[in-house]
């Protein structure tokens, strides 16, 4: 297994906006289309399709604010250091602790007597304990954000 095959591109895409929009200025907002740029810079290939569903779920999650208008944009709905990588696996991942990995609906058929589901919950338990610990705030803090160059335009002579 590589190294971050426990998460999306949904969650990569998602962890580097929101790093992205932690090291703006309090009140200044951020663009789609400028964080996209930015994001390119990382993945030259990326959708911006798939950004902006990303961001949107991010705002319908409440992660994100999106602020409407011509100088519209997107801020954090709460401080950095109060957002964790939890919050994000929950919305963007969902999360069903009670769920049987062996079972299609849902319920555990022997759940009573299966020492191996109470096990797989507890390392799920101590994994989102994990997950709760990193913030975004540390997580932009470890991060350089370099503006995207600007296009020059063409003259005429």
């Known amino acids: ?11 990569g895409y998602a962890v580097h906006a ?12 951020s ?4 964080l996209a740029d930015w994001m390119r810079t990382i ?10 569903n990303v961001v949107q779920r991010l705002a319908r999650g409440g992660l994100l604010r999106s602020h409407r208008g011509v100088a519209g ?3 954090l709905s709460r ?3 109060k957002i964790n990588l939890r919050d994000m696996v929950e919305l963007l991942e969902g999360v069903e602790l009670n769920r049987c990995g062996l079972s299609l609906e849902g ?14 919950q507890d390392l799920e338990l101590s994994y989102l304990k994990s997950l709760a610990k990193v913030t975004i705030a540390e997580l932009a803090g470890n991060i ?9 335009k063409a003259t005429v002579k």
Request: with cysteine.
């Open 18 to 29: 929101l790093a992205y929009v932690a090291k703006k200025k309090s009140g200044e907002l």
């Open 31 to 34: 663009t789609l289309p400028e």
């Open 43 to 52: 993945w030259p290939d990326m959708s911006e399709t798939y950004l902006s």
């Open 73 to 75: 944009g997107y801020s």
């Open 1 to 11: 297994m590589a190294i971050g095959q426990f998460f999306s591109q949904r969650f």
């Open 144 to 152: 350089v954000i370099t503006p995207p160059r600007k296009k020059r």
């Open 107 to 120: 319920a555990c058929p022997v759940q009573s007597r299966c020492s191996i589901q109470g096990k797989l």
């Open 79 to 81: 401080k950095a250091n």
